[in-house]
Nanobody
């Protein structure tokens, strides 16, 4: 069984910082991409940041310059350092990984359970 376990959400004042972490475990053969998505109430889930094999990164325009994604390939972890947080960053943040697991012949997406980030004004 494959799991993505997130940690690090919480409540912070505007201008503050939080760090999210996600660890993938199980019978993982390879991880192509790891990233973070978020979903605010009444809105669609959106990409926040992702890092692809080879360390290529993508960021949502709304977080560029404030958030930094990093990945530890040896530990199958991905982190998101969030600085200068704004109330509009409030959402449930989901870890995502595109992985090939033992017994499967193709990559697919896996999701964490989500962690709440609340930024107060």
């Amino acid at each position: 069984q494959v799991q993505l376990v997130e940690s690090g959400g919480g409540l912070v004042q505007a201008g503050g910082s939080l760090r999210l972490s996600c660890a993938a475990s199980g019978s993982i053969l390879s991880i192509y991409v790891m990233g973070w998505y978020r979903q605010a109430p009444g809105k669609q889930r959106e990409l926040v940041a992702r890092i692809i094999t080879g360390d290529s990164t993508n960021y949502a325009d709304s977080v560029k310059g404030r958030f930094t994604i990093s990945r530890d390939n040896a530990k199958n972890t991905v982190s998101l350092q969030m600085n200068s947080l704004k109330p509009e960053d409030t959402a449930v943040y989901y870890c995502n990984a595109g992985m090939l697991i033992s017994g499967s012949s193709y990559r697919r997406d896996y999701w964490g359970q989500g962690t709440q980030v609340t930024v107060s004004s």
